[in-house]
């Protein structure tokens, strides 16, 4: 009876702080333990002059038209399962973009937060204390003790780009990288912020699309940021517009793509492919070279890639290194169908690559994105023997 009661009145004095929120008092009167959720442009519309707040779309949502993997009968042949994602294989040839969004706002702050597992993640809160509707950038619960502890730094502007696990390479090249060379483009570059600890592709890849990394202000992810002027990106990871921005913005390819790559993950930690020994006599067979991509300096990788005219590899992050190869380049993935990743079939249309799928076995008794795998060599050298044959796709 005791505890029923006090579920009761902890029920009822929530109910209560979150109606004094909504008639506008600021979550810090309750220690941010109550915070409300609002998209950017809802926030914007509530300003009434641009000098308070400004909001742009650049891209309208759009639905993409894309091929199917050429080695797919039918679009119900394609995995459903939209699992951690947000969408599936079969959603990719009528993927829906949503739309690029560019607004300033007014007394913003910038949350930051790094788990236990040493992954980042961020949320923005507005002048009235909602937190902003922004992809990658959702409210956590931890974020409520980091408003209630956390330092402050104060900034009068800054243009943030920054969204969840910035730190894993292809999050950086198809979500992080691109922003940052739109906003260039709109002028709007010189203020962004960047971590003060960073991979060492980071700053390889600015300098290679043109920026100078040691120009960048920083911040630490242990402080909260409350800026006067915030700028704010929200975008969709794979619209072609913008994963496309970042081959264009880098030295152009010498030579016609000739090479055939296979990308071996024998040195990772994880997805490893566990019969490659018997997989590669077939690869080599076909001309393929085999690389490890972490053996090779970032310039080295994309000079390889420019002149690749077919990639195949097992799931993993090298395959987001097809954004450096020309359009139409053979992308043959192998994959675990039972956890499927969409991911790099979307980054392979974007690019207007032609896209190959190779279902591959799940092994070991561990959580799906930890799993090694094995492929049936039958089914590599048929896809093989297929993409040899196959006309490239226009250009």
């Known amino acids: 009876m005791i505890r029923s009661t006090a579920r009761l009145l902890k029920s009822r004095v929530r109910a209560a702080a979150r109606y004094a929120i ?29 000098e308070q707040a400004s909001y742009r779309r650049i891209h309208s949502e759009s639905t993409a038209t894309n091929p199917l993997p050429a080695n797919c009968v039918g679009r119900d042949a394609l995995p459903d399962d939209p699992g951690w994602w947000g969408y599936s294989f079969y959603d990719v040839p009528r993927r829906r973009s ?56 104060r900034l009068d ?23 940052i060379i739109l906003l260039r483009e709109q002028g709007l570059a010189e ?69 055939q790559i296979f990308i071996s993950r024998e040195g990772a930690s994880r997805r490893r492919l566990i019969n490659e020994g018997e997989l590669w006599p077939l690869l080599e067979k076909k001309g393929f070279e085999r690389v490890r991509m972490e053996t090779l300096s970032f310039d080295e990788q994309v000079a390889l890639m420019q002149e690749t005219k077919t990639l195949c590899a097992p799931h993993g992050a090298g395959l987001t290194n097809m954004m450096f190869c020309q359009p139409g380049t053979q992308i043959i993935e192998m994959a675990d169908l039972s956890f499927p990743n ?21 092994v070991g008794d561990c959580h799906p994105l930890e799993k090694d795998m094995r492929v049936d060599p039958e089914a590599l050298e048929a896809v093989l023997n297929q993409s040899a044959s196959k006309p490239k796709v226009a250009q």
């Open 342 to 362: 969409p991911n790099f079939y979307a980054v392979a249309c974007a690019m207007s690559h032609q896209y190959w799928l190779v279902s591959a076995e799940g």
């Open 22 to 50: 909504r008639t506008g008092v600021h979550p810090a009167r309750f220690q941010y333990r109550i915070l409300e959720r609002e998209s950017l442009a809802a926030c914007c519309q509530r300003y009434t002059s641009e």
């Open 98 to 153: 949503g739309p690029t969004e560019l607004a300033q706002l007014p007394n913003c702050t910038i949350v930051p937060h790094v788990d236990a597992n040493k992954e980042f993640w961020v949320t923005v809160l507005n002048q009235e204390g909602k937190s902003l509707l922004v992809r990658e950038m959702a409210l956590r619960a931890p974020h409520h003790r980091v408003l209630r502890t956390a330092p402050r730094r």
């Open 157 to 179: 502007s800054c243009v943030w780009v920054l969204e969840r696990v910035y730190d894993n390479y292809s999050h950086w090249f198809t979500a992080h990288l691109p922003k």
């Open 191 to 259: 203020e962004i912020l960047l971590p003060e600890q960073r991979p060492a592709f980071i700053d390889d890849s600015l300098r290679k699309t043109g920026f100078s990394p040691e120009n960048f202000r920083t911040f630490s992810p242990d402080t909260i940021l409350e800026v006067s002027r915030l700028t704010l990106l929200n975008t969709d990871r794979f619209r072609p517009e913008l994963l496309q921005l970042v081959p264009k913005a880098m030295p152009s390819a010498i030579a016609p793509p000739h090479r």
